[in-house]
């Protein structure tokens, strides 16, 4: 089936530990995003990658780190947990650049860090 | 920067009441505005969109005008229904860039 999905949908890790976050489209859109999502601030950018082998920075990528190896695949991973990513995490895809291509999400991950 | 304002929730309405929530946003350029949804437990759907000043998206019932006088982007709804209740944000990209800035969210419960 076409669509974007992630994985695992739940996850509870311990403070240091390292966690990987799956996300997996099936459009082979050029562009995918990684958003965390806390209360009372809507979602914010962590990192984005326009095409594969090809990432930079958002709003808030300090304790993250991203690859895109292949176009269909932008795993997150958090290199040392902390209990201030402990959030939601949200991955998108779009087709192209241009402010009226918009963004298709997943179903998200929530992250409990201990 | 971009930036997107949305009025604080939570908003509590009665089914068939008239829903209005406020967005206004800052940014330079011509920047395209986007309302998306989160029902319970599922992620963003895209609700409406609108490219440029003048323009009205609308979808589901749901309608917003773009205004550039006001830098306002406001949803509404003229009868809403309990499936309705959700988050609802605001979002906008500039007019050379694909990245979604968006606003804080706001609660929306609808009662039978």
């Not at chain 1, 459009?27 to 050029?30: D, F, G, L, R």
């Given at each position: 089936d076409a669509g974007i999905t992630q994985s695992p949908r739940y996850k509870i890790t311990e403070t240091g530990r390292q966690v990987t976050l799956m996300c997996h489209q099936t459009?082979?859109?050029?562009y995918m995003f990684w958003y965390r999502q806390d209360l009372g601030h809507g979602l914010r950018l962590i990192y984005y990658s326009a095409a594969a082998d090809i990432t930079d920075k958002g709003e808030v990528p300090d304790g993250y780190v991203v690859s895109r190896s292949k176009t269909e695949n932008f795993p997150l991973t958090l290199e040392s947990a902390t209990r201030s990513q402990t959030s939601v995490y949200f991955c998108a895809s779009s087709e192209s650049g241009g402010g009226d291509k918009v963004g298709v999400f997943g179903p998200g991950t929530r992250l409990t860090v201990l | 920067g971009n930036s997107v304002t949305q009025m604080e929730g939570p908003v509590t309405l009665s089914e068939e009441a008239f829903l209005t929530i406020n967005c206004t946003y800052t940014a330079t350029g011509y920047p395209s505005l986007f309302w998306y949804v989160q029902y319970p437990g599922e992620g963003l759907q895209l609700l409406l969109k609108a490219t440029k000043a003048d323009d009205k998206g609308s979808n589901k019932g749901f309608e917003a005008t773009y205004r550039k006088e006001t830098t306002s982007f406001h949803l509404e709804k003229g009868s809403v229904q309990v499936s309705d209740s959700a988050v609802y944000f605001c979002a906008l990209t500039r007019s050379n860039d694909y990245k979604l800035s968006f606003g804080a969210g706001t609660t929306v419960t609808v009662r039978a």
């Open positions: 459009w082979s859109h050029s | -």
